[in-house]
Structures are given as C-alpha cells and as structure tokens.
C-alpha cells in the first residue's frame, strides 16, 4: 500500500499499484451460525475490487488453506463515491469450511478505497456493527497561570552529548529509535509506542518535591503526539531490586503542548516525587519526528499558556502492595492447555488472576467462556485485556481505544454474569497517557498491571533451551518480582507452571489474586481473615 489511514473507525487504503491489498484473520473460526459479513465501503464510480474468504484445511494451525475469490462485480455491489452497506454472503463462496473460517481479503485496488467497521451477521438479514460512541475526556480547563515558584529552575538537557544531559546523567533510547543530535537539538523517531527515550535527574533517587509548583518545559517542534512520564524509584532506592522503576505517570504532551513548547506541572505526575528517577518520553503515535532542544524545570510560564486540568489515570502498578504476597497474573493463550492449567493451580491450591481477551470469550469455538467461568467459580480473578490485543497507545486516535475498552468489557460482563472488572493489563505491556486516561474515563479507579517477574516464554518457550524459562522466573523472583506475567500458550511454559508456583512459595511468600496483593477492599477476603 502507499498509505493506509485509520480514522473514526475507517481505514482508508491508497494502492501502491493493484498488488496492494488489506487482511484479516480471524483464527479458524466456526462461523456456521453466521450468514456473511457486513461492511460500510467508500469507493469511487466504477471501481471493482477482489473480496476473497478462505478457510483452513485439515487441522486448525496449519498453513493449508482454501480460497475463493469474487469481484465486487459478482458480488453486485457497485459504488458511487458515497459509503454504503454490503454484504459478503457466505452462500456465494461454495467449498470453504465454515468451521474453520481463517481470512478475508481484499486486493486488486485500482483506486483509494475506504472501509467501515467489518462484523459478522445471522442468517440472511444484513445488520451492521455501530461502534460505541466515544466519552471524550473532559476538555483541557483554562487557569490563570500559577504564581511563580519559590524553586530555582533546573536545566536537565540541552542535547550537547549522545550520552550525557546538562546533570551529568545518563539519557538514552530503547533499541528500534532513530535519534539524531546536531547543534544542541536531538530529532528523535519511531513508529513503535512501546519504545521510550529518557533523560535522568539521578542515578537512584532525586527529590523533586521542592519543584512541586513548578512546571516540566520542554523545547520542542514537530511531532507532539506521544507521552511524558516522571519515573519513580522503589522504597529502596535501589536500582538491583524490582521493580524499577517501581511505577510512572504518564501525562499527553498534546494537551500541555503549544507549536513550539511543552509545560507540566510537576505536581501533575501523581508519584512519589522524592523518589523520581526520569523523565521518559514514550507512546509514540505517529512516525513522525519531533525535533528536542531543552529539557528543564522552571519556575513560572508565559502569562498566555493556558494548563489544563489533570485527567484522572488509574493505578499503574508492577508491585504487590500488601507485605510478603505473591501474584500469578496469567494472559490468555491457547485453549488446548486450559484444562493443564487449571489442574495445576488446583493441585497447589492457589488462586491467580486471568487477564482475558474480550472477542474469543465471544467466539463459541473457543470455548474459553465456559472454562474462565469454571475458573471464577474456584475463585481466581477475571480481568481486562483489551478485546482483539494490539498495543492501545499505539492506536491513531481515541476512537479506536475506546472501542476495544467498550468491547472487552461488555463481552465480560456478558460471559460473567455482569461483572465489572477494575482491573487491565495492557497488551504487549504498552503503556502510555492516552490509554490509561480513555481507561480511567470508563472504568472507575482502575488498576493498570504490569509484571516485575517474567517468565520469558515469548523469547524462550519454542526453542531449544525452553528451560530458560526458569531461569528467567528464578532470577526476578531473587530480585524481589512478585507480580507474574505468563501465558498458557506453549507446551513448555504450562509443563513449568507447578515448578514456578513452588519456586514462589519457596520465597515464604503467599500466593493470592492479584486484587488481593493490591490490599483491594473489594477483593476477597483470605483464608484465616
């Protein structure tokens, strides 16, 4: 493609030539109570297009597969410029398997083409999918700018070294970002939001309490669409123990920015800022530069910039908070190994969290709703983790985050008997100010859950050497990690998991939900209390 735009859920896609085309898979999907597919299409006059669907041959997870392919001329549509409903009736396409429904295609653009939300409708009656209206946040409030500070300012970067800031500190960039320094600026680039560049005040603690009526300014032009966060130590201050950083807030550079500058207040960052380590600069949205050429805490701020309120953003945790617990926090995986894994948990005689996808709660093939409510009525935890699993601060725009939050959290009040859980993981671990704000405007006071033990299945668990894994859970244990993150979706981590809970309970530590280990007063209670 030579572009592709998503916007108000739409997905514009201009051809690069008529190879370019868009998929989407749905996983081997039994879809034999649906009667096709409905979407809304933008297209110009006369354009036509290829629409192909295919299905998996023998076993679900093999690449074998069989396609039928259908122009929009046999499919009848034909456009006008406008956007309307069609359907892509399954009828049409003879010879798939419908219980084994994997793709849809669409290729052969001559011409831009814009394409609505795609859903699934039964029997022959065509109904289309209406996302969710979007809450927008409340509106950035003018104030009166704030009396000056008592502090001094506190120059932190003026770029005059790849490796250094104005404090003599340590700033640098996670491996996948492109900076450049010329002539005291650094133009810095990424299309991945899990990436993060930080600049530090301290090598372990700094206390910036004395700068809390001060504000954050920083320099920029450029691209200002991403997250600033002020990263706080752990109690110990010290950098071998984890978590570390023990947490951050992150604040939208957009709603502080005008064209050229950036002013937080300090106090703005809910941490403990006798503790702060950095700043980091993070969530990256667009890939477009934004070029840095100051870095400072000041005492005052031009009389016309106008500071919006503070937008509530959850709880954003890496740590049990109660003394001497222990978290499994288990993502979803690969339903074949739910009945191991629950067999296990029940031998040891513990209770975990399980951080749930909304859309294959939705899918019956899976089978996941019946056993995660097997799961809650031994009394393990069921939260949030997004409905379809991308990286929610990497999405264009509010609209799109939202719509996974609505989804995932109606599929689970429906597959749990209305429960409203305050608790997310983010996807990927992608955190950033955007999502956690969308998060906190839909849910109230909501927990946002990290790990500080990691089992590195994702890196581990199909190689050679899967007994890694061990190592991996063994050495953030001995650090002090005691919130897990693990999926149930390789044979070798789920063999592991009796090995990891003993390990944990090795550390003299008690093993509960992740609710419990926050002291969450809606949790329940534990055995003895």
Known sequence: MKSVVVKNNRVTLTPQDTDSYLYTQLGCLDVTPYGGIALRISAPKGLQFEVQLSSTKGECGTEDAT?????????GWTFDGTEKLYSIPFSKYKGL?????????????????TLGPISMYCGDDVVE??????????????????????????????????ETNALDQWHGADEGMT????????TLKTNDSDLQWITQVAETCRDLTSFDESYLHVAYTGN????????????ECNNDIYPYPETW????????????????????????????????????YTDEATVFSKIEIVNKIPTDVKIPEKLPSGTFVFACKRPNSFAFAIDDGDPAFAQQVMHTIEEENITVTFFTVGAPLRDPSTNLSAIYNEMASKGHQIALHSYTHPPLE?????????????????????????LQSAYFRPPFGTEGARMRQRLAALVDDPYIVQWSVDVEDWLWAETDTPEKQLDAFKRDVAAGGNIVVMHYLYDSTVSYLQEFIQI???????LMRVDQCMMDPNAPPLPGE
């Not at 200002?224 to 109690?235: I, M, R």
């Not at 990497?394 to 209305?418: C, H, K, M, Q």
């Open 179 to 186: 900076l450049t320094f010329r002539r005291n600026t650094m």
């Open 67 to 75: 396609d039928v392919t259908l122009t929009t001329k046999e499919l």
């Open 249 to 284: 807030d992150s604040l939208e550079a957009a709603r502080y920015s005008t064209d050229t500058d950036i002013y937080i207040p300090i106090n703005h960052f809910n941490v403990n800022r006798t503790r702060a380590i950095g700043f980091a600069f993070k969530g990256f």
């Open 504 to 510: 944990a309970k090795a550390t003299g530590k008690q």
């Open 224 to 235: 200002n669409k991403f997250s600033v966060a002020l990263q706080q130590h752990n109690e």
């Open 97 to 113: 398997d419908w219980t084994k429904f994997e793709t849809v295609y669409f290729g052969g653009f001559q011409k831009s083409v």
């Open 394 to 418: 990497g999405l264009p725009d509010e609209a799109s985050i939202d719509w996974e939050y609505s989804n995932d959290i109606r599929a689970v009040a429906e597959t749990f008997n209305g």
């Open 129 to 162: 999918y209406v996302p969710p209206e979007v809450v927008e946040p409340a509106e950035p409030t003018a104030t009166v700018a704030a009396p000056p500070s008592e502090a001094t300012n506190l120059v932190i970067d003026q770029f005059s070294d790849s």
